[in-house]
């Protein structure tokens, strides 16, 4: 017997695409943030020497005299920025911010804890309320806790930048350490209180009155960059709703978007709407809110794409000269420095003494040789041919002259070279007397 044929209802889900993944999206984004943030100094990939005051790139001193390297860095990372401001606005602050972050866990840590209305600080005035069924010690206690466990992480993030890990390893178990400044756990003590308050008091507040690097990023916001577009034809699903602005914490109205807004295309309210529409019966079709990327109102509106592309032509070729330079600055890398100069060591009025000041700008052994040629060897004697170093640093060799050398001028030719194959050779005119002590 042949079954009945099943009516067959296709199931629609109207939302925004994407909404779905959005906000674990962003989270993912601001978590890995903060890891790449911790994984930058400490695999090496880029700290500050404070002793040397130096950059090290992965275990390379690199000076401010390492003119390609440093320029053509800041040039490509810069315009990079820019290009970014200019095309999705502020999203740094939503999507991958530390403050921004650690604001919105220690604001849902304490809905959590502490009931829904339980801001810390509200600057309409707003009394903090603390749900009554909540208001026990130990929850006190947990928040307590779990703000200055996550201050004192946050207070360690800057000192990796300016110690290697072993050393920043030294300072959390106390050990004593030659490298470590003697103020540092005072340092770090304040640097804990400030991040205290700021995670149980200030957060979004530092968003919304204090931060100047947002200001900075709207300055390059136009109608073309990225923002919330609104379907006002559906305008009466909006009667007596206001779940877009009840999740955007900066209390923006995304309905009413404008370029100058201090929005951070974080997408919540996107995410707010869609949810609402997704469980509700009586409110059709997807939410209401969209990202949208170019000015729909232009009379040559060339869509996102074209938007994109339009925007970047100009940026891109500074990120492009700024990477140029930075490869040219690689290509010419000197791992290790010398230079020679005259010593202060005089007989009569000719010099009799120079000094070789070798530099290591790695973080390992090196052995460097030095050679003087094109001068005789009765006519000079070096301290030492060869000088080791443990790690980066400077050492002075000196080169004593024969005062008794025939009278003239003197090119001579100092060589230097590593283990590794690196050389370098500076030529000296030297003038001798032939012995004559005039003074
Ligand atoms: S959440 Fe959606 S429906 Fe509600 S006010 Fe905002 S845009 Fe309108
Ligand atoms: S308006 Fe929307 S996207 Fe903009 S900050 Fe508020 S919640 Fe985020």
Redesign the pocket.
């Known amino acids: 017997m042949r079954e009945p044929k099943k009516n067959i209802i296709p199931i629609v889900e109207d939302r925004v695409a994407g909404s779905q993944v959005m906000h674990p999206l962003r989270r993912l984004s601001q978590y890995s943030t903060l890891l790449i943030l911790i994984l930058i100094p400490m695999t090496g990939l880029f700290r500050i020497d404070p002793v040397d005051g130096a950059f090290v790139i992965l275990g390379y001193q690199v000076w401010f005299s390492d003119i390609f390297l440093v320029m053509g860095f800041w040039i490509f990372f810069a315009s990079l920025l820019v290009l970014m401001y200019s095309l999705v606005g502020a999203v740094f602050c939503?999507w991958a911010c530390p403050q921004n972050t650690v604001s919105e866990w220690a604001n849902a840590l304490t809905k959590k804890l502490l009931g829904r209305q339980a801001n810390m600080m509200d600057m309409s005035g707003k009394q903090m309320r603390i749900a009554s069924r909540r208001a026990s010690w130990l929850n006190y206690v947990v928040l307590s806790l779990a703000i200055l466990a996550v201050s004192m992480v946050y207070a360690l993030i800057p000192l990796l930048y300016f110690y290697p890990p072993d050393v920043i390893l030294s300072f959390i178990l106390f050990q004593s350490d030659d490298r470590l400044a003697g103020s540092l756990h005072w340092i770090y003590f304040v640097c804990v209180v400030i991040m205290v308050l700021d995670i149980a008091v200030i957060r979004h507040l530092m968003c919304k009155y204090m931060c100047i690097y947002r200001v900075w990023q709207h300055s390059f916001k136009t109608r073309d960059t990225l923002h919330?577009a609104y379907d006002a034809s559906r305008s009466d699903h909006c009667l007596n709703c206001s779940y877009?602005v009840d999740?955007?914490?900066?209390d923006?109205d995304?309905k009413q978007?404008e370029v100058f807004d201090s929005?951070?295309?974080?997408?919540?309210?996107?995410v707010a709407c869609d949810e609402l529409h997704a469980k509700s019966k009586k409110m059709a079709g997807p939410g209401l809110l969209r990202f949208a990327l170019g000015d729909a109102q232009k009379e040559r509106y060339r869509g996102a794409i074209g938007t994109f592309f339009g925007r970047a032509k100009t940026v891109t070729l500074f990120t492009l000269f700024g990477l140029m330079l930075f490869v040219i600055g690689i290509v010419n890398y000197s791992p290790a420095s010398y230079s020679v100069y005259r010593s202060e060591a005089w007989q009569g009025d000719s010099i009799v003494e120079y000094r070789v000041n070798l530099a290591n700008k790695l973080y390992r052994p090196v052995v460097m040789s030095i050679e003087v040629q094109g001068l005789a060897d009765d006519y000079y004697t070096l301290d030492t041919r060869e000088v080791h170093f443990d790690s980066t640093g400077r050492q002075d060799v000196a080169l004593h002259l024969n005062p008794e050398m025939p009278k003239g001028i003197h090119r001579f030719q100092v060589l230097v070279t590593t283990e590794s194959g690196w050389s370098g050779s500076f030529a000296v005119a030297h003038y001798a007397n032939g012995g004559k002590h005039d003074r």
């Open positions: 939503g919330i877009c999740h955007c914490f900066l923006i995304p978007s929005c951070v295309n974080c997408g919540e309210c996107i």
